[in-house]
């Protein structure tokens, strides 16, 4: 088991979302969370998961100075990529409303990197599911937003609340990877370290 293996490291998740947090705990890996803060600004010609990778690296660049040699620091980023555009996190209702208005009725990538660093390597890596949603409605987007305030989300949403039991008809790809994390990715790159 993977415990065993990093029994004499200190793996630190760069990462403030409950959701990863929730995730990495169910590898049973003993881990502690330290966050950085990152201005998370990316260059506008990057597309889909080059703006991931980009951010988790940002993320990861954040503990060079502090790193010590047993640390393996996990960083990541996701974004919802629809019509050649990342939707990011909705700053307010009225952007969380637009968001999931955009995305009725169509299908859309949830792309998610990871960024593995140590003292002396750094791996990077992304998963992409394509998750299909059925039209929503007015008062199904209203409801959702105002009940469940989505704006630490990726795309306006979480696939774990009520708007993907109701929305999401077909999913190509890692659930969990919309969730934030693509942990069957990270657990084999972990045991590849």
């Not at 705990?25 to 950085?36: A, D, G, H, R």
């Amino acid at each position: 088991m993977l415990s065993e293996k990093f029994k004499n490291n200190t793996i630190i998740l760069a990462s403030a979302s409950p959701r990863r947090q929730e995730l990495f705990k169910e590898l049973q890996i003993p881990f502690s969370i330290e966050i950085k803060s990152v201005d998370e600004v990316y260059p506008t010609n990057l597309k889909g998961e080059e703006i991931t990778n980009y951010l988790a690296n940002l993320k990861a660049k954040a503990f060079d100075e502090t790193i010590k040699d047993k640390d393996i620091i996990i960083t990541s980023d996701t974004i919802v990529w629809l019509n050649n555009k990342a939707l990011e996190k909705p700053k307010n209702t009225k952007e969380a409303i637009e968001m999931l208005q955009k995305i009725s009725g169509k299908s859309h990538q949830v792309i998610t990197s990871v960024c593995i660093k140590t003292i002396n390597k750094q791996l990077l890596f992304s998963d992409t599911t394509i998750v299909h949603f059925k039209d929503l409605s007015k008062e199904e987007i209203n409801f959702y937003v105002e009940k469940y305030h989505p704006f630490d989300k990726a795309g306006g949403y979480g696939i774990q609340e009520w708007i993907g039991f109701i929305g999401v008809t077909s999913l190509e790809g890692s659930y969990f990877n919309v969730m934030g994390l693509p942990v069957h990715k990270l657990y084999q790159e972990l045991q590849k370290l």
